[in-house]
């Protein structure tokens, strides 16, 4: 993994680190909608999940503690179904370093509002690849979530360093969307179940039709942030001429997940990188971040 050579000096300089986990992820749940339930529920909660998420191993590859990815979930519990079953929608943000600065550039920041599950108290969570839906799919929707955005992260994170180096995690979450828990409450993991949910944004990632995607996820990060600080002319060189087959892609497929999840992330860092063009030149790829990234239209109209 390309990423490791990245960190060979740190460890020569700090010495022999112990091995981690993947995931540096911090889970906040939040319960101000719920009333008449212990509180000290939902700090169970915030522990299994974050002890789930942190202690698991994910791939096969060994990190170092300073390898470990930096992500963020926060769980909005929106509504009490019944004993132990609960509504939430689900907020994942993840980064990654940019070499030879200390800036994180951000790689997900995407918000699920599809989440329906059973969380028991001092019940742990268990999860296996091979046995996505277990017995109640209620309690397997939870696991089935925090491992289905895990692998979108790690893979998302590993394709930054190296092209198609996600390939098998993102198969990975595609079998999780292939095996995922049914129940009436359930919902986001069919294609008929809308056209902006799990099984659409790992489909698209998968998809030839999306390839560009990918090709420019890796030079965005690889060939042009990585290489900021040494080439800046250069490097936002790359990023400007990417837009231009990224939007054709978006011309060609639109209204997909994929582009609307790659802009959550990504929309004020590319409104900077246009933003220290000279304004004669900005137009073009203004217009372009407008016409796929409708939400943000004004951020970047200011940019005229």
């Known amino acids: 993994m390309l990423k490791k050579l990245f960190s060979v000096a740190l460890l020569c300089a700090a010495g022999l680190m112990a091995q ?8 906040k749940v939040l319960h101000n909608a719920i009333q008449n339930v212990d509180k000290q529920v939902f700090t169970n909660m915030e522990r299994s999940i974050t002890d789930f998420l942190n202690t698991r191993k994910w791939t096969n590859d060994q990190y170092n503690a300073n390898e470990r990815i930096d992500c963020n979930i926060m769980i909005n519990v ?4 019944d004993e132990d079953i609960y509504k939430a929608t689900f907020n994942i943000q993840a980064s990654r370093p940019v ?4 800036y994180a550039t951000p790689t997900v920041n995407f918000v699920d509002k599809d989440f329906a599950f059973k969380f028991t108290a001092f ?9 996505v839906s277990g017995n109640e799919p209620l309690v397997s929707n939870l696991t089935a979530m925090l491992a289905f955005y895990s692998y979108i992260v790690l893979g998302l994170d590993y394709e930054s360093f190296q092209k198609d180096g996600g390939q098998d995690i993102f198969k990975k979450a595609q079998n999780i969307v292939n095996n995922a828990p049914e129940n009436k409450g359930i919902v986001g993991w069919k294609p008929v179940e809308g056209n902006r949910n799990r099984y659409w944004l790992i489909d698209q990632i998968l998809n030839p039709r999306f390839k560009y995607f990918r090709e420019y996820w890796y030079t965005l990060h690889r060939d042009a942030l990585d290489n900021m600080y040494n080439k800046p002319e250069e490097s936002r060189k790359l990023v400007t001429d990417g837009l231009v087959k990224l939007a054709q892609m978006h011309r060609e497929n639109p209204g997909s997940i994929l582009v609307q999840f790659f802009f959550g992330a990504k929309s004020s860092e590319l409104a900077s990188i246009v933003a220290q063009m000279p304004k004669e030149q900005r137009g073009i790829y203004v217009t ?11 951020k970047y109209q200011a940019l005229k």
């Open 20 to 27: 981690a986990q993947e995931l540096n992820c911090k889970v």
């Open 78 to 81: 929106t509504e009490r179904v």
């Open 99 to 102: 070499y030879n600065t200390g």
């Open 288 to 298: 372009m971040l407008q016409q796929m990234d409708v939400p943000n239209a004004q």
């Open 123 to 131: 019940t742990p969570l268990e999860y296996n690849d091979n046995r």
